[in-house]
C-alpha cells in the first residue's frame, strides 16, 4: 500500500469518527513535524509546542483537505507555518533577546554548506558543521525555511511551492538568496580554514 493511500484510508476513517485512526496519522508523521520545528525555529524548547499545533490545525482543518495535494505535503505547509508562527511569539514575548546556544546535539551529521558557484551541497566535517549551524542561526527563519525543505527533506522546487503556497519561481529566487546569505556568513571561516591550510 502506497504512504498515500495508507494516508488516505487514515484520513476517511478519521473524518467519520475514528479516533485511533487521528492518532494513527499523528504517530505516523509526528517525527516530520518535529524535525521541519526544530530545523525552523533552532529552538528546542518550541518543538513540542510547536508539534502540538501542527496536529490541532491539521484536525480542525482534515475536513477541507485538499486531495489534490498529498497528505505529507499538506503537513509541511502547517509545519512551516507554525514554526514561524512560534518564532514570531517567542519575539513578541522577548522584547530583548538573549541570544543562547541552541541544543542542536541530536541533528544529524548531513548538515550542508553551500557552494558559493555552484549551489552544490556537501556534507562537512563536525567543525564545518558548528560553522554551518551557527550562519542558520543568523539566517531570517523564512531563508532557514526553503533551506530547510530543499536540502534537509529534498522537496523538489514545485513541492515546496505547493508547501509555501507560493510560485515557483518565488522558490527559485529564495533558494538562490538564501544560499548566497550562508555563503557570505560562512566566508570567514571558510578564508581562517584556507590560511590554516596555507600555513602547513
Same mark, same amino acid.
Given at each position: &500500500?502506497?504512504r498515500?493511500?495508507?494516508?488516505?484510508i487514515? +484520513?476517511?476513517?478519521?473524518?467519520? *469518527?475514528?479516533?485511533?485512526?487521528?492518532?494513527?496519522l499523528?504517530?505516523?508523521?509526528?517525527?516530520?513535524?518535529?524535525?521541519?520545528?526544530?530545523?525552523i525555529?533552532?529552538?528546542?524548547?518550541? $518543538?513540542? @509546542?510547536? $508539534?502540538?499545533?501542527?496536529? +490541532?490545525?491539521?484536525?480542525?482543518?482534515? *475536513? =477541507?483537505?485538499?486531495?489534490?495535494?498529498?497528505? $505529507?505535503?499538506?503537513?509541511?505547509?502547517?509545519?512551516?507555518?507554525?514554526?514561524?508562527? #512560534?518564532?514570531?511569539?517567542?519575539?513578541?514575548?522577548?522584547?530583548?533577546?538573549e541570544? *543562547?546556544?541552541?541544543?542542536?546535539?541530536?541533528l544529524? @551529521?548531513?548538515?550542508?554548506?553551500?557552494?558559493?558557484?555552484?549551489?552544490e551541497r &556537501?556534507?562537512? @566535517?563536525?567543525?564545518?558543521? #558548528? #560553522?554551518?549551524?551557527?550562519a542558520?542561526?543568523?539566517?531570517?527563519?523564512?531563508?532557514?525555511?526553503?533551506?530547510t525543505?530543499?536540502?534537509?527533506?529534498?522537496?523538489?522546487?514545485?513541492? +515546496? #511551492?505547493?508547501?509555501l503556497?507560493?510560485? %515557483? *519561481?518565488?522558490?527559485?529566487?529564495?533558494?538562490?538568496?538564501? =544560499?548566497?546569505?550562508?555563503?557570505?556568513?560562512?566566508?570567514?571561516?571558510?578564508?581562517?580554514?584556507?590560511?590554516?591550510? %596555507?600555513?602547513?
Open positions: &500500500m502506497t498515500n493511500l495508507e494516508d488516505q487514515l +484520513i476517511e476513517r478519521a473524518l467519520a *469518527g475514528d479516533q485511533q485512526a487521528y492518532e494513527g499523528v504517530f505516523k508523521h509526528q517525527k516530520l513535524a518535529a524535525r521541519v520545528a526544530l530545523r525555529t533552532r529552538r528546542r524548547e518550541l $518543538v513540542e @509546542d510547536v $508539534v502540538q499545533e501542527v496536529f +490541532i490545525k491539521a484536525f480542525e482543518n482534515l *475536513g =477541507r483537505f485538499r486531495r489534490r495535494s498529498g497528505f $505529507v505535503t499538506w503537513l509541511y505547509r502547517i509545519a512551516v507555518n507554525e514554526s514561524l508562527s #512560534a518564532l514570531r511569539r517567542e519575539k513578541t514575548r522577548m522584547k530583548l533577546f541570544k *543562547g546556544e541552541p541544543d542542536l546535539a541530536n544529524p @551529521d548531513s548538515l550542508l554548506c553551500y557552494d558559493r558557484e555552484s549551489g &556537501m556534507v562537512l @566535517d563536525r567543525e564545518a558543521q #558548528a #560553522a554551518v549551524r551557527e542558520l542561526d543568523r539566517l531570517a527563519p523564512e531563508m532557514r525555511a526553503v533551506l525543505l530543499r536540502y534537509e527533506e529534498e522537496l523538489s522546487t514545485p513541492e +515546496i #511551492a505547493e508547501v503556497d507560493v510560485p %515557483e *519561481g518565488t522558490v527559485r529566487s529564495r533558494l538562490y538568496y538564501a =544560499r548566497l546569505e550562508l555563503a557570505e556568513l560562512l566566508a570567514p571561516y571558510m578564508e581562517a580554514k584556507t590560511a590554516v591550510k %596555507e600555513q602547513k
